[in-house]
């Protein structure tokens, strides 16, 4: 009775493997100031040896394969500023410019980097260079969804099967 191991759930912002969450976040905020996949020459990524073990897949083929994609999962980040469902369909894992983006990240492991946080650095064609160090991902125990953040992810998932009308009712 003194620990409640419900109290520890968290709710995941994004559809693939929770060790991507962070380079996701990051990507997403790189777009956040401003970026555009057009202003990329390279992405850097550095993550714990187990983000490349379980999401290393640096070609995935379809919609499933990309969410084992730590690389898609930064182009989808700096694309959409998110990654949910619609952003691992098929038809978008394979667009060209989501593939030349995903040939654009370079991930290296640091495993002085915990498997929960990403350091991600962006070389732009003007010469700038960008840099987002995520600690704890958006979704995670130490940074939450808020509750837009929860409804806009329910909207995104319910809409298209009960109407928008009746998720709102559901909320």
């Known amino acids: ?3 409640f191991e419900i109290s520890f759930n968290t709710y995941k912002p994004f559809a693939c493997g929770i060790v991507i969450h962070p380079s996701i976040d990051a990507c997403a905020q790189l777009r956040a100031k401003g970026i555009t996949p057009a202003q ?3 992405i850097e990524l550095r993550v714990h040896s187990l983000v490349l073990e379980l999401t290393g897949k ?9 969410k084992f994609s730590v690389y898609h999962g930064c182009a989808a980040g700096l694309t959409f500023g998110q990654a949910g469902e619609d952003e691992f369909a098929d038809d978008i894992v394979t667009r060209e410019d989501m593939v030349a983006l995903r040939r ?3 991930a290296v492991v640091d495993d002085s980097i915990d498997e ?4 991600v650095t962006a070389t732009l ?8 160090f995520v600690k704890h991902a958006i979704g995670s125990l130490e940074n939450p ?4 953040q929860l409804e806009g992810k329910f909207h995104s998932l319910c809409d298209r099967v009960l109407g928008a009308t009746q998720a709102q009712t559901l909320i």
């Open 125 to 132: 064609t003007d010469g700038r260079v960008e840099h987002v």
């Open 145 to 148: 969804m808020s509750d837009a």
């Open 1 to 3: 009775g003194q620990r």
């Open 104 to 106: 654009k990240v370079q």
């Open 40 to 42: 990329v020459v390279k």
């Open 116 to 119: 929960a946080s990403a350091d």
């Open 58 to 66: 640096k070609e995935p083929a379809d919609g499933l394969q990309a």
